[in-house]
C-alpha cells in the first residue's frame, strides 16, 4: 500500500510539472513576442525613460511569476527524484491479479525485482519490453537543462522545428550536466551540416526533432540563443 501511495504521489508530482511548464510557456511567449521586452531587455528607453510601448507592471509581473515558477519547477522535480528513489529502494509486492480493468489503476505497475515501468492500458508491463519503460530514466531524461529564449525568424532551428520557449532535454549528445554553453555549441559545431537529434520539453510534452546546425544569412550556425535553466 505504501508502494501505491507513493507511485501515485510521484504521478501526482509529475503531472503538477507539466503544469508549472505549461504556465512557465504561456508567459515566455508572452514576453518574447514581436516587439516584447524579452525575459531580461530592458524596460527602459534610449533616453532613461519607461518605454511606453509595454505595459510595464505586467511585465514586471510576469517576470516575478516566471522567477517563482522556476523554483516551483525546481522544488516539483527534486521530489520527484526522491519519490523515485525511495521507490527502487524498496521491494514492492505485485498489484493484485484480481484487478482485472486496467481502468482502476491510476499509476504504475511493477513486480518485485522488475523496473518501474508504464504502458498505455496501465496493464502488467512486460519487463524489458517495448512498452515498459524505467521510472527513473523518465525522470531524469525529461528534465530541461537549457531554453530557447531567442530565435530568429528564417534561421535553421526555426526551419528545423524549434520554437521560442522550448526546453531543451537533449541536444545530439548534450544532456544535464556541467559546462553546458561550451558543450551545446561544440556539439553545434562537430555537426555541422550533418542533421542531428534534440530532444525538447513544450507545453509539458517530449518531442523529438532533427536539426541541422548550417551556415546561413544570419549569425551562427542555428540563430537561436540557449539560456540555461
Known amino acids: 500500500m505504501v508502494g501505491a501511495n507513493l507511485k501515485a504521489d510521484a504521478m501526482n508530482l509529475m503531472e503538477k510539472r507539466s503544469g508549472i511548464e505549461a504556465e512557465m510557456n504561456v508567459i515566455i511567449q508572452r514576453l518574447c513576442q514581436s ?8 524596460l527602459l528607453d534610449s533616453e532613461g525613460f519607461p518605454r511606453a510601448d ?7 509581473a510576469d517576470r516575478q511569476r516566471l522567477s517563482e515558477l522556476r523554483n516551483d519547477y525546481e522544488d516539483t522535480t527534486e521530489k520527484i527524484n526522491q519519490k523515485i528513489q525511495v521507490l527502487h529502494s524498496a521491494k514492492l509486492a505485485p498489484i493484485s491479479d484480481s ?28 519487463a524489458g519490453g517495448s512498452n515498459s519503460m524505467d521510472m527513473e530514466v523518465v525522470v531524469a531524461s525529461s528534465r530541461p537543462f537549457a531554453m ?28 544535464i550536466g556541467e559546462n553546458l554553453l561550451q558543450r551545446l555549441a561544440a556539439e553545434a559545431q562537430i555537426n555541422q551540416g550533418h542533421a542531428m537529434p534534440v530532444v525538447i520539453m513544450r507545453q509539458g510534452a517530449l518531442i523529438n526533432l532533427t536539426v541541422k546546425p548550417r551556415s546561413w544569412s544570419g549569425h551562427g550556425l542555428l540563430g537561436c540563443h540557449f539560456r540555461i535553466l
Not at 516587439?35 to 530592458?42: D, E, H, M, Q, V
Not at 526551419?159 to 531543451?168: A, V
Open 35 to 42: 516587439g516584447g521586452p524579452g525575459l531580461s531587455g530592458n
Open 54 to 60: 509595454i505595459d510595464i507592471p505586467a511585465v514586471r
Open 148 to 175: 530557447v529564449d531567442e530565435i530568429t525568424e528564417g534561421s535553421p532551428a526555426a526551419t528545423d522545428g524549434l520554437q521560442l520557449g522550448d526546453q531543451i532535454v537533449k541536444f545530439g549528445n548534450v544532456e
Open 99 to 126: 484487478i482485472k480493468d486496467p481502468g482502476v489503476v491510476a499509476g504504475l505497475n511493477t513486480q518485485e525485482g522488475d523496473n518501474l515501468g508504464t504502458s498505455s492500458s496501465f496493464g502488467n508491463p512486460i
